[in-house]
């Protein structure tokens, strides 16, 4: 391992059968934590070769349990979001690909963000159970199209523990290590495609563009050696998507967006997305075709309809989309009002996320417990028009004055207003489809 | 400590607290071995600035024990080599400058090299203990002007345990940690002024002159900001110093050149080392009456008087110095011929380190004993003109084939030799008086 270490250190490259015992000899406890930290950091300065981290995913997605989806008939589709505020787009997005044919076998990590992730908005339908078994996964895509599975504890258990050392050790950061923990568990999964809708901007992981579409380009050159069909699209996430950020509340506005009553942002990037992966699934001749039939499904129903199949197949109570009151409802709503009149030029999104997650949408530590019912409802985005005293979101909370506080001071500072009348941002920045990544990254 | 690591990964100076508290923390055991590492390797790309350095290495000075040496009148100096193979200087260098009224009060670690360190060389007279009190070493300064001791253990603890995982981690070739290493212990020791010879080529820890002349920059630099008189001197290590490479046989050279006939160019470095440290002391008004005083106690015998002294007063037998014999003798010596005729080129100096370490004289492990009476003397150095069949060495081993076998495999491909007359190398390169560091390393 010194060895290993001082090669990347050097910025040579390492071979496949080195990046394997790496992986393997840390997993099985045998590289002590010291010198995988000095290796982590290592990369982090000397980053890698595109062969080093395909190898290095691979190696990864190979160290635990993979699912064999060969049993699901034709192509299956895994789609990932490298997270942000108010994303509740796999809800929408996820009924309507199915609806048109195409096969989604999804599966989700358990989430540490400002909110819940993909799998604690789906539970805040009630009865709905994500912790399915393999056999039933797999049923349940085969006979309507479409699943939502918690990620197993067995999946990379590399990524879960190279993750736990870079998180003390300031390597977090690192483009190829990111790359390489995302797509190690898309690879496991066993879908034959993926999507990934990389964000960036304030509320991201990845601040700058620049940065996110690096993240893209070695994502996607990863999931094509590795023989994944992989399309990355770049997505704005300097305000939070739609209006609704925590858990039932995004439900309920994914239920409306797939009632064609949505917010326009989100409609676009499911639009966008959906019609992307019918490409990918041949169910589309181009992207237009794709999206035109995305569309349909929102306008015929049949979205809403296989929304409402998957909540039935999965235990839940399918009602709830015709009555959203039916979601878990919070104790008590409070206005926030805007303090000054103007238009609205900028959103400190990560900050909406921390108030959001300071009343009790989000965990702070893995075994926090999320309320589901709680969040903030937005009532202006970039470009919108406020007066003074106008209110501009709706906290729904549980009534404890301390958090409300506390998050009222947070969320009061995120909106810059000024007398400028500017245009809303652009939402869809780039689609990466090959590898424009370059070498050594 | 996550704090710090991220703030020295992206290229920030650390405070003094914050380097204290690195320091004394992960001494304490408080921070773990993975932080501490991937902070080095952050160190390793980020470097240092000047005042994080100094703080670092009087952080780890104060780490432990600190020898109080205001019990010895006047000024006393420390000598430090930072190793090469046949370096026995401090051995002649320390008699001749007690000799011209200089106080030296020497502290050395124990070494891990091709041969024995200092205290090896210094044991290998019958009798002789470098293992003194406190109070016996300033005791002896007091009143012969010079004494010699073992490094206790309670000397920079910090330089150990992060040694030991730099040692493990790929992170020992990091000029501010190697500087602070060196200077932490110097400091800890008490002198009033340091003299340093930083050693470069290929038998030295830094092979490349620039690298050797930024670490003594640095080092310098340290010394000044902590306020002892701090020069240093860049000497060339591209063949062994002297002829002798061992333990005994480096000691009989050294009484050789303190007796007026030993090597030249071991004699033009205490003669300039010795020079630069009467000036140093104010014993001399400029460089060139220091090196005539020194020059003066090699004629008139007063270095080897004191040399005798010294063994004396540290329980040898200073008879050694009119009967090398009595120093440990080898079993068997054998000659190593020549296989070609020309003049040398180059010396692969590391490898007649290894070549002299295979015969016993140096440590592989810090419990490694080593053969006192083994070693190799060299018959021919760079520029020499040798004849096919000539000896160009004496091994001096104990008897055991496979070790002369295995050496002298070593030994045989380390001297190049051609047709083409050549001038010996330069030795003393360059002299490093005041901060010339830049400011971030």
Redesign the interface.
């Known amino acids: 391992m010194?060895d290993l270490?001082?090669k990347k250190?050097n910025g040579e490259n390492l071979s496949k059968e080195e990046i394997y015992f790496i992986v393997k000899e840390f997993t099985n406890g045998n590289i002590?934590?010291?010198?995988?930290?000095?290796f982590?950091?290592?990369v982090?300065?000397s980053g890698m070769a595109s062969k080093e981290i395909t190898d290095f995913t691979i190696a990864m997605a190979d160290s635990g349990e993979k699912i064999d989806l060969s049993t699901i008939t034709g192509f299956k589709i895994d789609k990932h979001s490298t997270g942000g505020v108010g994303d509740k787009t796999t809800l929408v997005l996820a009924p309507l690909v199915a609806a048109c044919g195409g096969k989604i076998a999804k599966m989700s990590g358990c989430c540490l963000g400002h909110t819940g992730g993909t799998i604690d908005k789906f539970e805040s339908i009630p009865g709905f159970n994500t912790a399915l078994t393999k056999e039933q996964f797999i049923e349940n895509v085969n006979k309507i199209g479409i699943a939502i599975m918690r990620q197993t504890e067995q999946i990379v258990p590399a990524d879960k523990l190279i993750y736990a050392?870079r998180d003390?050790?300031?390597?977090v950061d690192s483009i190829p290590l990111i790359a390489a923990s995302i797509m190690s568990k898309k690879l496991a999964s066993g879908s034959d495609g993926i999507i990934l809708d990389v964000k960036t901007g304030n509320g991201a992981f990845m601040r700058k563009y620049e940065d996110a579409k690096k993240l893209a380009e070695v994502m996607v050159d990863i999931g094509g050696n590795a023989g994944r069909k992989t399309t990355a699209i770049i997505t704005d996430m300097n305000q939070p998507l739609g209006y609704a950020v925590g858990n039932s509340i995004e439900v309920k506005e994914a239920i409306d967006t797939l009632n064609g009553t949505g917010p326009r942002d989100l409609m676009e990037l499911c639009i966008e997305l959906g019609g992307e992966m019918l490409l990918i699934f041949g169910l589309a001749k181009n992207n237009k075709e794709g999206k035109e039939k995305i569309i349909n499904a929102i306008i015929n129903g049949s979205g809403l309809k296989k929304f409402k199949e998957l909540i039935k197949a999965q235990g839940g109570n399918p009602l709830v989309v015709e009555n959203p009151s039916l979601l878990p409802q919070c104790k008590e709503k409070i206005e926030i009002k805007s303090e000054k009149s103007g238009y609205i030029k900028n959103i400190n999104t990560c900050s909406i996320g921390i108030a959001s997650q300071i009343l009790g949408a989000g965990r702070k530590t893995r075994n926090d417990k999320i309320d589901l019912s709680v969040g903030i409802y937005l009532k202006k985005k970039i470009s919108d028009k406020v007066i003074k005293g106008e209110t501009i979101a709706v906290f729904h909370t549980d009534g404890n004055e301390n958090k409300i506080n506390e998050a009222k001071e947070r969320f009061l500072n995120t909106y810059k207003i000024n007398n400028k009348k500017i245009n809303p941002p652009k939402l869809i920045l780039a689609k990466v489809t090959k590898n424009k990544a370059s070498n050594h990254i």
């Not at 003390?168 to 390597?171: I, Y």
């Open positions: 010194y270490i001082l250190r002590p934590d010291y010198q995988m930290s000095a982590l950091m290592a982090y300065f050392l003390v050790t300031a390597t």
